[in-house]
């Protein structure tokens, strides 16, 4: 594989920086000493920091917790649904067998 130019290294920086998801990432990067990036990150942490910031945050959080729910609930009535059908088919064949026991 061939060595990566200048605009590869960048771009891969910025991979880096798109996929960090945690502080301790994003001072790895930041020590890297790449002024962009060092710039990108304080306006990441700017941005971070705001109020605004914090409820669409929140409001992401709990949107992936009522979805994570709305799944959870679907299978669960999904389940009851075929224990139903199983249960219901499980009572019509011993109804069949007691009535081929009395022939």
Do not use: C
Not at 8 to 31: N, P, Q, S
Not at 38 to 67: G, L, T
Not at 78 to 100: F, G, M, N
């Amino acid at each position: 594989m061939p060595p990566l130019d200048t605009a590869d290294k960048g771009r891969d920086l910025w991979l880096k920086l798109f996929k960090a998801e945690t502080e301790e990432e994003l001072k790895k990067i930041d020590e890297m000493g790449v002024s962009v990036m060092s710039e990108a990150i304080a306006a990441y942490r700017h941005v971070a920091a705001s109020d605004e910031f914090r409820e669409i945050e929140r409001m992401r959080s709990k949107a992936r917790h009522d979805e994570a729910q709305a799944i959870s609930n679907a299978e669960r009535r999904e389940r009851e649904k075929w224990q139903s059908v199983v249960a219901d088919k499980d009572a019509i064949i011993a109804e069949l067998r007691a009535q081929l026991e009395k022939k």
